[in-house]
C-alpha cells in the first residue's frame, strides 16, 4: 500500500481565498484523522471520522474550516476564506479500528502559506 | 481538558551518548502512543503501550508507561545519528493528545 496520500504538497494562496487539502486513507482502515502542525501549537487535532462520520470536530478552530468524507478513500478539509494565520502543516492520518487506540499512519503533509 | 506535558523541549548529544524525553498527562491515560518526526517529515508511529507499568524495548529504545498511567518516558541507549529527530508522545482515549515533542540533536 502507498500509505496515507495526501495533496498538494506545498500550497500557498492569498488571504481571502478558497483552500482545498485532500487526503486518501489506507484502503480498509476505518479512522481518519486531519491534525494541523505549527512551531506555537504543535500537532492538533482538527476532526476524527469513523467510518466516514465526524465523530468529533471540536478542534475545528472556527466556521472557517470545514471536513467532508465523502467515502473510505477520500477526504477533504477546506478553508474558506483563508487567513494567514492558517499557516501550518496539515496532516491526514488514518488508522484500523475505532478511536485512539491504534496505530496511526501520518501522510506526508500539507504545508499551507496563506499570504 | 486533558493535557500532555513534555520535556525537555530540546536536547542536544554527543553520539553515543544517552537521551531521555519525559511525558507526564494531568488526566489518567488509557493508552499512551510514542512517534518520532525527521526534519521536513510526518510523524511515525513507534510504539503503543497500555498497561500500568507496562515496559517495552525495540533495540536502543525503552519505553514505561508508569504505575498511575500518567506519565511515560522513551530512552535511547548510545545515541546515534540516525536518532535526530523529534520524539512526541501521544495520550489516548477519546481523543491522542500530542505533547510538544523533544528536539534530538546529535553530534558526531
Same mark, same amino acid.
Given at each position: !500500500?502507498?500509505?496515507?496520500? %495526501?495533496?498538494?504538497?506545498?500550497?500557498?494562496?492569498?488571504?481571502?481565498?478558497?483552500?482545498?487539502?485532500?487526503?486518501?486513507?489506507?484502503?480498509?482502515?476505518?479512522?481518519?484523522?486531519?491534525?494541523?502542525?505549527?512551531?506555537? #501549537?504543535?500537532?492538533? /487535532? &482538527?476532526?476524527?471520522?469513523?467510518?466516514?462520520?465526524?465523530?468529533?470536530?471540536?478542534?475545528?478552530?472556527? !466556521?472557517? +474550516?470545514?471536513?467532508?468524507?465523502?467515502?473510505?478513500?477520500?477526504?477533504?478539509?477546506?478553508? %474558506?476564506?483563508?487567513?494567514?494565520?492558517?499557516?501550518?502543516?496539515?496532516?491526514?492520518?488514518?488508522? /484500523?479500528?475505532?478511536? =485512539?487506540?491504534?496505530? $496511526?499512519? =501520518?501522510?506526508?503533509?500539507? #504545508? /499551507?502559506?496563506?499570504? | 481538558?486533558?493535557?500532555?506535558?513534555?520535556?525537555? %523541549?530540546?536536547?542536544?548529544?554527543?553520539?553515543?551518548? !544517552?537521551?531521555?524525553?519525559?511525558?507526564?498527562?494531568?488526566?489518567? &491515560?488509557?493508552?499512551?502512543?510514542?512517534?518520532?518526526? #525527521?526534519?521536513?517529515?510526518?510523524?511515525? =508511529? /513507534?510504539?503503543? &503501550?497500555?498497561?500500568?507499568?507496562?515496559? *517495552?524495548?525495540? *533495540?536502543?529504545?525503552? +519505553?514505561? +508507561?508508569?504505575?498511575?498511567?500518567?506519565?511515560?518516558?522513551?530512552?535511547?541507549? $548510545?545515541?546515534?545519528?540516525?536518532?535526530?529527530?523529534?520524539?512526541?508522545?501521544?495520550?489516548?482515549?477519546?481523543? &491522542?493528545? +500530542?505533547? $510538544?515533542?523533544?528536539?534530538?540533536?546529535?553530534?558526531?
Amino acid at each position: !500500500d502507498a500509505g496515507v496520500i %495526501q495533496s498538494p504538497r506545498h500550497e500557498v494562496t492569498e488571504m481571502g481565498q478558497e483552500v482545498t487539502l485532500r487526503c486518501k486513507p489506507i484502503s480498509g482502515h476505518n479512522s481518519l484523522f486531519w491534525y494541523r502542525q505549527t512551531m506555537m #501549537r504543535g500537532l492538533e /487535532l &482538527l476532526i476524527y471520522f469513523n467510518n466516514n462520520v465526524p465523530i468529533d470536530d471540536s478542534g475545528m478552530p472556527e !466556521d472557517r +474550516f470545514s471536513a467532508k468524507m465523502p467515502n473510505a478513500s477520500f477526504s477533504t478539509l477546506k478553508i %474558506q476564506p483563508s487567513e494567514p494565520r492558517d499557516s501550518a502543516v496539515y496532516f491526514c492520518a488514518s488508522s /484500523l479500528g475505532q478511536g =485512539f487506540n491504534t496505530e $496511526a499512519f =501520518f501522510g506526508q503533509g500539507t #504545508r /499551507l502559506t496563506v499570504v | 481538558g486533558q493535557q500532555v506535558m513534555q520535556i525537555p %523541549q530540546y536536547q542536544h548529544v554527543q553520539e553515543g551518548e !544517552d537521551f531521555t524525553t519525559y511525558c507526564n498527562s494531568s488526566t489518567t &491515560l488509557s493508552n499512551i502512543q510514542w512517534y518520532k518526526q #525527521r526534519p521536513g517529515g510526518h510523524p511515525v =508511529f /513507534l510504539i503503543q &503501550l497500555v498497561k500500568s507499568g507496562e515496559v *517495552k524495548k525495540q *533495540k536502543r529504545l525503552t +519505553f514505561q +508507561f508508569g504505575e498511575a498511567k500518567k506519565n511515560s518516558s522513551l530512552h535511547i541507549t $548510545a545515541t546515534q545519528t540516525t536518532d535526530v529527530g523529534t520524539y512526541f508522545c501521544a495520550g489516548g482515549g477519546n481523543k &491522542l493528545v +500530542f505533547g $510538544a515533542g523533544t528536539i534530538l540533536r546529535v553530534k558526531s
